[in-house]
């Protein structure tokens, strides 16, 4: 056949990803399926089947990262891999990350059906712990491919009830013997719903990522002294939940400054301890995070958010420190691959949008170390993280179709 | 021998104290002795004990509240009650309600150590989870007692951890028969600790109650929406977080506005849920409170605090709602048992202060059913529900020796 007719089978990947939403069902119709929870070993399961049904062979790494290869012709030569993820955040819905997997999958069943070879093989990547709702930082697994993280300190986060990453892994049984990175692609595609409305509001099929909204988050300690609540004087009070709520105002109060320009600030995570009626908390723990499409405001709004940070604790007279911090959505795309994508949707005569991304992806962490391309498809309202996250068909396959071809255009590189 | 030469014996209540302070070891010294845990199982085995060897007859009521009892030679005569509560903080002391209720012991060894009978009886009474430190509301035994609380809804407080109080009441074996209320009291003495550094700081041993710092407490639900903690526009946020953040900060800074004449506040638990990186957090809860020694001020603060949580949920484009409310803190003791207490102290050159009580007693709630008398001892800088809460035996037995004088004057009134 005529490659340039190939199309994928929308009926098939549809009923691929409604096998998956019958998996971890959450509330109201979305999913809560937490990384290295039962109901991830379920989805890795029946994924690992599908991969085998398709005549792929699956590598798991160190930190469960499945890699399910096609071969090609070069044996020498280096994967085109594609891929996201197939956790879901405890509110979550059936599309985000896992549209990108079962998408790669496929790009691998449509190539199988039409008895189409590459030369150099395809890989279909679910990298784990994307979401971070059960084990922090979010993008972890990606994280320890491109070398951000140590894989031990990988394996030794902790989940709210005190599990380990590394004893869940084993647990699920998707510790695997691989190393986790030093794998050599030769591309990374990822295709994942936009979550936010610009295209589904513009009516158009397809983003291009030439970049990411330049985003700082953090965790920050803050350290006080239990105290009754009652008699305790307000000069006397090192009150850990009066700090933290100062600076969740505050960040809260910085995002709402940059808002015009489409800053963002975030406090998703406030913990305290003990956080019992009656008493004062010595501790509490707060993560949060800006972005802003400008790298330069971004770095102007973590100057901010530092400083308030030492006024909460000067405030409510309470021990700050910034434990850990992360930085991603600078990082830059390839634009060869960019190129390839405009290219096939182009020849299947798809809309496009060259965009930013809000949110963070594990192509972030990838393009620290292979070449890499992001894009979108739209999401009703941009309405994700929440089970009333939505997409249509028809605003989604033109998308796979463009995946497809870029991806077909790559592997057959000489 | 001559009643007004009988005191207490110090190292004997020293020692139970002691014996006390081995069961639910916390940090750094103090105690974890949770309401209806397997540590407060132990202290009311022994407990138990130590009042059956003591001759007393223990009644235990539905709700766990244990009375034991030390008859009188009037079989009509109602009884002389004294006691506090044995549970704790998760970071509290050794002393805070246990001194009441120790003392309540040592009183009745006393009067059996000398052959004193009294024409009423003599009850030493433990509370159930005063705290509220597992189960909220505080003072929930006395509560439901003084007919504050319903019987089931006491039954049906559920722990963070989904236990029911009704379910771990018997499970450590503390789920009575006796009907929770309608005992009648001749009167109510409750010995506590100051949990405020006054006594401490002038080198006073003895407070006497006269009343309270009137209190307003509530719960505040937060409802918002989960949605992605990237992309999702500031303007279409609707983050439980930061609503509860802006009224814990709110009313924080009310505390402030009223420090000077002695007005406190308190937003002690924050609750969100799913509180995960990544998401905004559909749904808080926010424990708050407002305490001040005049009440019309008190009331004051309480309006701006309901001012404010509307404001922070216009701010944070969240619902809010007052789901439940306590005061305490306004009632009247009993004159004629706080003249027996001053008579005792005057008959043993004790020196003593009338004072206001700032935090939550039991007594508050049985002021409402009984004749009551609340009477302090100084704890160390004023330290409580903190491991560092330290008393002085020369400072507490003067008090302990009024209380026991005070009782014995009651419980021979004909």
Same mark, same amino acid.
């Given at each position: ?37 039962? /109901? ?41 891999? *594609? ?47 994307? /979401? ?89 300690? *803050?350290?006080? /002294? ?24 505050? *960040? ?33 723990? *707060? ?23 030492? /006024? ?103």
């Amino acid at each position: 056949m005529d490659v340039a007719h190939l199309r994928i089978d929308s009926d098939r990947l549809w009923s691929t990803l409604e096998a998956s939403a019958r998996i971890g069902p959450g509330r109201a119709g979305g999913l809560c399926r937490l990384s290295l929870s039962d /109901e991830d070993r379920e989805i890795r399961d029946l994924f690992a089947k599908w991969c085998g049904d398709a005549g792929l062979i699956m590598t798991v790494d160190q930190v469960g990262n499945m890699f399910a290869r096609r071969a090609g012709s070069d044996a020498d030569a280096t994967p085109v891999v *594609v891929g996201s993820h197939l956790d879901t955040q405890v509110t979550g819905g059936k599309f985000d990350g896992i549209l990108g997997v079962l998408s790669g999958l496929e790009i691998i069943r449509t190539l199988n059906d039409n008895g189409i070879g590459t030369k150099r093989p395809i890989e279909v990547v679910n990298w784990t712990n994307e /979401e971070g709702a059960r084990f922090a930082p979010p993008m972890l697994g990606s994280g320890v491919f491109a070398g951000v993280y140590p894989v031990d300190w990988a394996l030794a986060r902790e989940s709210d009830e005190g599990a380990t990453f590394g004893a869940e892994l084993e647990r699920i049984g998707y510790a695997g013997s691989a190393p986790a990175g030093g794998r050599n692609f030769d591309a990374y595609y990822e295709l994942h719903i936009e979550q936010a409305p610009i295209l589904d509001r513009k009516g158009i099929p397809l983003g291009v990522v030439t970049g990411g909204y330049k985003t700082h988050g953090m965790f920050v300690e *803050v350290r006080g /002294e239990t105290a009754h609540a009652g008699p305790t004087e307000m000069q006397d009070r090192r009150d850990a939940i009066v700090g933290a709520a100062r600076i969740v105002t505050g *960040v809260n109060d910085v995002g709402w400054r940059y808002a015009d320009g489409g800053g963002k600030t975030t406090a998703p995570r406030l913990v305290a301890w003990p956080n019992k009626v009656g008493i004062l908390s010595a501790s509490a723990l *707060v993560a949060l995070d800006c972005r802003h499409p400008d790298p330069e405001t971004s770095d102007r709004m973590l100057g901010e958010i530092e400083a308030l940070i030492q /006024e909460a604790g000067r405030k409510a007279n309470v021990d700050v420190e910034i434990v850990q911090r992360w930085e991603y959505g600078n990082e830059a795309f390839d634009p060869a691959l960019a190129g390839l994508v405009r290219d096939a949707a182009h020849m299947l005569d798809v809309p496009f949008l060259d965009m930013l991304s809000q949110a963070g992806h594990d192509a972030y962490n990838i393009s620290r170390v292979a070449p890499t391309a992001l894009i979108f498809t739209p999401c009703k309202d941009g309405i994700t993280h929440n089970e009333a996250e939505h997409i249509e068909s028809d605003y989604t396959i033109p998308g796979v179709n463009a995946l497809l071809h870029a991806v077909l255009a790559r592997a057959n590189r000489s």
